[in-house]
């Protein structure tokens, strides 16, 4: 099918188009019984889902976040939120369990403490196109806002920025343990990645470049994985290296934002060219599975609840 890519390039006014097909797995769809992606949609979610190992997954095109079972993605949806999403592009989930959706249409963040389904937080001051959201463990709420070419700094209970930085179309982000935040970026030749200190107003590059960088991820090494939408694998660099020194194929697709398992077994990655959520073996680099939501859908992020936490 075909993708239009909301990565514009600096200084280029272009919507980049990617025609992907199926990765080499078959997909699993859920029972016809669950609403389609384009059916009228009220947020909820399963009573035993509550205390269950989650993944929330954003379909930009039906405007919801949906809720699985990390263990038992071919079961279907377990719960979904439709209250405050507006277009969501990436996700993320706090210590606590909250989850964050970066709503790309509605220039806003909207934040649901765990097991809730309306928003208790929304961001907007300054937000105009953000492409993922990242929180630390401090609380601080990090907003990658691709037009603007900024990210958004907000402590808690912040309703404005308290810091913002200025780096080229910032795509994802990704908080380490020490809170610092990892970011793909692209320019108008490149991809890159750079690290960032908490309320910092500049960011350091890591002199890491890819054809296209979009989805990024620490593992619990602290080895960063940065996929490359042109190169279709996922690169992994060890600490403060340039050159990686493992990739990890993704052959027709399209590796979006990404995710590890609490103990780093499981890769998931968003694949919004194929409509599909992608899960990986980390160790080995094997494909292990591809699911998806409906026939329409545009998955874009993923999170999990709990999820792993980063290395160094």
């Known amino acids: 099918m075909i993708?239009?890519?909301?990565?514009?390039?600096?200084?280029?006014?272009?919507?980049?188009m990617l025609v992907a097909c199926s990765g080499g797995t078959t997909p699993v769809t859920p029972s016809a019984s669950?609403?389609?992606?384009?059916?009228?949609?009220?947020?909820?979610?399963?009573?035993?889902?509550?205390?269950?190992?989650?993944?929330?997954?954003?379909?930009y095109n039906a405007s919801v976040v949906l809720i699985y079972l990390q263990n038992d993605t071919g079961a279907g949806p377990q719960g979904e939120i439709t209250d405050g999403i507006d277009a969501p592009e990436g996700d993320a989930v706090d210590k606590h369990g909250t989850l964050y959706v970066a709503n790309n249409a509605g220039n806003t963040v909207t934040e649901y403490p765990k097991g809730a389904t309306k928003p208790s937080v929304t961001l907007s001051t300054d937000i105009s196109d953000p492409l993922d959201?990242?929180?630390?463990?401090?609380?601080?709420?990090?907003?990658?806002?691709?037009?603007?070419?900024?990210?958004?700094?907000?402590?808690?209970?912040s309703t404005s920025p308290d810091a913002t930085v200025s780096l080229t179309k910032p795509s994802d982000g990704v908080?380490?343990?020490?809170?610092?935040?990892?970011?793909?970026y692209n320019t108008s030749s490149y991809g890159h990645a750079a690290r960032c200190k908490p309320l910092a107003t500049s960011c350091t590059?890591?002199?890491i470049s890819v054809g296209l960088a979009q989805g990024i991820g620490l593992d619990l090494k602290g080895n960063l994985l940065l996929g490359d939408v042109f190169g279709e694998d996922i690169k992994i660099y060890h600490p403060n290296q340039t050159s990686p020194f493992r990739t990890i194929s993704t052959y027709q697709e399209q590796p979006s934002k990404l995710a590890l398992s609490k103990t780093d077994a499981t890769l998931f990655m968003a694949d919004p060219a194929n409509s599909a959520v992608e899960l990986y073996d980390y160790a080995s680099g094997t494909q292990e599975s591809s699911f998806r939501f409906g026939t329409g859908g545009e998955l874009e992020g993923v999170a999990l609840s709990p999820g792993q936490k980063p290395g160094k």
């Not at 993708?3 to 980049?16: D, N, T």
């Not at 889902?49 to 954003?58: E, I, N, P, R």
């Not at 601080?140 to 209970?157: A, Q, R, T």
Request: glycine share 8%; net charge neutral; charged share 20%.
């Open 3 to 16: 993708y239009k890519a909301r990565l514009a390039l600096a200084g280029v006014g272009i919507v980049l």
């Open 133 to 157: 959201v990242s929180v630390d463990s401090k609380g601080i709420v990090y907003v990658m806002d691709n037009s603007s070419s900024e990210i958004l700094e907000f402590k808690p209970g």
């Open 34 to 59: 669950l609403p389609g992606p384009n059916a009228a949609r009220h947020g909820w979610i399963s009573p035993a889902a509550k205390q269950q190992k989650l993944l929330y997954v954003t379909d």
């Open 205 to 207: 590059d890591l002199g």
């Open 175 to 184: 908080n380490a343990k020490n809170d610092d935040l990892y970011v793909s």
